[in-house]
């Protein structure tokens, strides 16, 4: 049969890859020095111009801030790649079909001013503790999917707009102080330091509505905006 050798040959070839993809990361790792003496001196000596004191907000921010960018891009990219999978903007969950349930209406009631109280917490916090634009963004979107849950049809009344503002929001703002420091500095993404702080917090306030965003659209097919059913049937 024509292509059958190739068929045949397939498998045992994409095991060979693997194993030498396998061997070559347990040589890597099997080489690496027993006692490495790391980066953290260095980032700790940088702190105090870095425009925050958590040591994890200014590698991810500051000293890292190339990487940081890259993958607020890739969680972008990652919803476009949903949307190009279902239709694009006219395609993607239409409805999303549930009974309506009035205990968990009333528990999102209460939980819904805490849940914005500690993302706002996790955003301004990660300046001097843990948290940070991610951490506050997973809790919008764990918020935003409660609310759907619940019954509470917000992602309808979004406008097509709004919804496109808040998925790209983190990007566009990142991008547009990576290059707004440039004439003051000289390089993209190197902050004047008696201005980091504010300029950390310009870009984290974004992202983290970016990521919930991102995330929630994710869980839809790609897009904020749908449409609840409920099963009467089970609300009986």
Same mark, same amino acid.
Not at 37 to 50: C, Q, T, V
């Given at each position: 049969?024509?292509?059958?050798?190739?068929?045949?040959?397939?498998?045992?070839?994409?095991?060979?890859?693997?194993?030498?993809?396998?061997?070559?990361?347990?040589?890597?790792?099997?080489? *690496?020095?027993?006692?490495?003496?790391?980066?953290?001196?260095?980032?700790?000596?940088?702190?105090?111009?870095?425009?925050?004191?958590?040591?994890?907000?200014?590698?991810?921010?500051?000293?890292?801030?190339?990487?940081?960018?890259?993958?607020?891009?890739?969680?972008?990219?990652?919803?476009?790649?949903?949307?190009?999978?279902?239709?694009?903007?006219?395609?993607?969950?239409?409805?999303?079909?549930?009974?309506?349930?009035?205990?968990?209406?009333?528990?999102?009631?209460? *939980?819904?001013?805490?849940?914005?109280?500690?993302?706002?917490?996790?955003?301004?916090?990660?300046?001097?503790?843990?948290?940070?634009?991610?951490?506050?963004?997973?809790?919008?979107?764990?918020?935003?999917?409660?609310?759907?849950?619940?019954?509470?049809?917000?992602?309808?009344?979004?406008?097509?707009?709004?919804?496109?503002?808040?998925?790209?929001?983190?990007?566009?703002?990142?991008?547009?102080?990576?290059?707004?420091?440039?004439?003051?500095?000289?390089?993209?993404?190197?902050?004047?330091?008696?201005?980091?702080?504010?300029?950390?917090?310009?870009?984290?306030?974004?992202?983290?509505?970016?990521?919930?965003?991102?995330?929630?659209?994710?869980?839809?097919?790609?897009?904020?905006?749908?449409?609840?059913?409920?099963?009467?049937?089970?609300?009986?």
């Amino acid at each position: 049969m024509k292509g059958g050798w190739f068929a045949s040959a397939a498998p045992v070839a994409g095991l060979m890859l693997t194993a030498a993809m396998v061997g070559g990361l347990a040589f890597a790792v099997w080489t *690496l020095p027993a006692e490495t003496p790391g980066l953290a001196d260095a980032a700790m000596a940088e702190l105090d111009r870095s425009g925050v004191s958590n040591p994890v907000t200014a590698v991810l921010l500051n000293y890292r801030g190339y990487d940081t960018l890259l993958e607020i891009t890739i969680l972008l990219l990652a919803v476009l790649a949903a949307l190009a999978l279902v239709g694009g903007w006219t395609g993607g969950v239409k409805q999303m079909g549930h009974a309506q349930n009035p205990v968990l209406r009333g528990f999102v009631r209460i *939980l819904m001013p805490v849940t914005m109280l500690v993302a706002g917490y996790l955003l301004w916090g990660g300046a001097h503790s843990p948290g940070g634009a991610f951490q506050a963004g997973a809790v919008l979107a764990s918020a935003g999917m409660l609310l759907l849950l619940a019954g509470v049809d917000w992602t309808r009344r979004l406008p097509r707009w709004t919804e496109r503002w808040l998925l790209a929001s983190g990007l566009a703002v990142f991008l547009a102080v990576g290059v707004g420091v440039m004439p003051l500095q000289g390089n993209f993404l190197e902050y004047p330091p008696a201005a980091a702080k504010w300029l950390i917090l310009v870009i984290e306030a974004p992202c983290g509505l970016a990521i919930a965003a991102a995330l929630i659209a994710l869980a839809l097919g790609g897009q904020l905006r749908t449409r609840l059913t409920f099963d009467e049937e089970q609300d009986r």
